[in-house]
């Protein structure tokens, strides 16, 4: 059976991928085997709003150590933002929490910050980063599904300014032959649907992505916006009236993804 | 599970996952955290719900003359409008004569 430090050392056990440690929750990290490293740190997504008005959650924050030495004697301080609560009746919908990881030969704190909340209305806006090599903000949620980590760009998934029902406005989506060493690919936002009925579920947003909102029409009970993805805004859930029972999406919690890069 | 951190004053700072041991080795200040429950709607509310559900539904036999049973239907709405200021809302709903 393969052992961790073979599979680091091999590149992944054959599929030219690099092992990806995932790190959830917040803990100290100690190294399994020497070697070089890529961190990426994703804040947590805020969430959505609930109302007849505003807009979705915004994304975490995106900070990327390029590389970093690491051997076994190291170690290292990793903190998951929790994500964001969705709102009811036009309230201010939960900020997303910070992610950072702070240790042995990192001169400072690799910070990725929550999504801010939909306030008064408004759309979220996404979390910033700071003290990578890339520091991008996280999308802006928008009237159509929470905001999607920026592992491109800042800001790079809007999805103000796209079309209502075009799910990918809360994508995290890239050319999956970026995939690997180094980089990390997201995945669709949730869709936006417009319905009516008794209880309006929003859909989902993938790894990364924004959840997508729901629109209730005047016969619709109750509405929920689609919670993010890991580091995803929460949409939006709208009702025309009775917004008491009109609720956001949750933001994606936050995670650290560290990868061993080829000697 | 979830805590709230804040700092010396109480103001919240983050909010993080992490293990009830991990966060009082790292940090001073902080709470479990607890989300609030949704509130289930009440039964006026599903009620007035199925209300305007009803109403929706007979419109387009309210607007056309001939249509069969049309006055009941009429009687109906009526019924179903003035429902919530009666004794039996919520709990007993107007019934469509045939």
């Known amino acids: 059976m393969a052992t961790l430090s073979s599979l680091i050392s091999s590149g992944g056990g054959g599929g030219g991928l690099p092992v990806n440690i995932a790190l959830t929750e917040s803990q100290t990290w100690v190294p399994p085997v020497d070697g070089n490293i890529c961190i990426h740190v994703i804040g947590a997504g805020s969430g959505g709003i609930g109302s007849s008005g505003g807009g979705g959650g915004g994304a975490g924050g995106y900070c990327k150590k390029n590389s970093l030495a690491v051997t076994t004697s190291g170690s290292f301080t990793v903190v998951i933002g929790a994500g964001g609560l969705g709102s009811v009746n036009s309230a201010n919908a ?19 910050n929550g999504g801010n909340g939909p306030v008064n209305n408004a759309n979220g806006q996404g979390g910033t980063a700071s003290n990578g090599d890339v520091n991008n903000t996280g999308g802006q949620g928008g009237w159509f599904g929470g905001g999607a980590v920026g592992v491109y760009r800042s800001n790079s998934a809007n999805s103000q300014t796209t079309q209502r029902g075009a799910g990918e406005s809360s994508d995290a989506l890239g050319d999956p032959a970026l995939m690997g060493y180094g980089y990390i690919v997201g995945g669709q936002g949730g869709k936006t649907f417009i319905g009516e009925g008794s209880t309006l579920v929003g859909m989902n947003g993938g790894f990364l992505a924004g959840g997508g909102s729901m629109w209730g029409g005047h016969s619709a009970l109750r509405t929920w916006g689609g919670d993010g993805g890991v580091g995803g805004g929460g949409g939006m859930g709208y009702k025309t009236t009775n917004t008491s029972l009109a609720y956001g999406g949750t933001g994606g919690d936050g995670i650290v993804i560290i990868q061993y890069l080829p000697a | 599970m979830k805590y709230t951190i804040k700092d010396a004053d109480g103001n919240v700072t983050n909010t993080i996952k992490a293990s009830a041991e991990f966060v009082e080795a790292n940090f001073e200040h902080y709470e479990l955290y607890v989300a609030p429950t949704s509130a289930e709607p009440t039964a006026e ?9 009803e109403l929706a539904s007979t419109d387009t036999a309210a607007q056309t003359p001939d249509w069969p049973n049309r006055d009941n239907i009429l009687t109906y709405r009526t019924a179903l409008r003035d429902w919530p200021s009666t004794s039996n809302f919520p709990a007993t709903k107007p019934t469509l004569g045939s």
């Open chain 1, 94 to 112: 939960s900020n997303g929490g910070n992610s950072t990881v702070a240790g042995t030969g990192l001169s400072a704190t690799l910070t990725a």
């Open chain 2, 45 to 53: 509310e599903t009620a007035r719900q199925w209300r305007d559900i």
